[in-house]
């Protein structure tokens, strides 16, 4: 079965950086775009970042110039590298896997049909 398993995050100071990993496993990584989210308290969830099947990226306005997407796809895992963090980056980080038609970017949550457990990330002042 289809399987995400994410790893990373923790608490930082505003500036500082992390690096979140979703590893995937149950079906062929390579074939599929891939995206993470985020949801604080209170809040919507909104997308962060995707990364489709050639590697190109899509980055939320908000996290532009800060974060960079990537894909390891010999290991199966998707990476978010998160620098110059913000207080207003503190959430809950989840990352996605596209559903199988889809090819362009989009941070629509009904195209995505796979889920992590999530990994809380916390910047403070």
């Known amino acids: 079965q289809v399987q995400l398993v994410q790893s990373g995050g923790g608490s930082v100071q505003s500036g500082g950086s992390l690096r979140l990993s979703c590893a995937a496993s149950?079906?062929?990584?390579?074939?599929?775009?891939m995206a993470w989210f985020r949801q604080a308290p209170g809040k919507e969830r909104e997308g962060v970042a995707f990364?489709?099947?050639?590697?190109?990226?899509t980055y939320a306005d908000s996290v532009k110039g800060r974060f960079t997407l990537s894909r390891d796809n010999a290991k199966n895992t998707l990476y978010l590298q998160m620098n110059s963090l913000k207080p207003g980056d503190t959430a809950m980080y989840y990352c996605?896997?596209?559903?199988?038609?889809?090819?362009?970017?989009?941070?629509?949550?009904?195209?995505?049909?796979?889920w992590g457990q999530g990994t809380q990330v916390t910047v403070s002042s």
């Open positions: 996605a896997r596209c559903r199988p038609w889809l090819r362009r970017p989009t941070f629509n949550l009904d195209h995505y049909n796979y």
């Open positions: 149950g079906y062929t990584y390579a074939e599929y775009c």
């Open positions: 990364i489709g099947i050639d590697g190109s990226t």
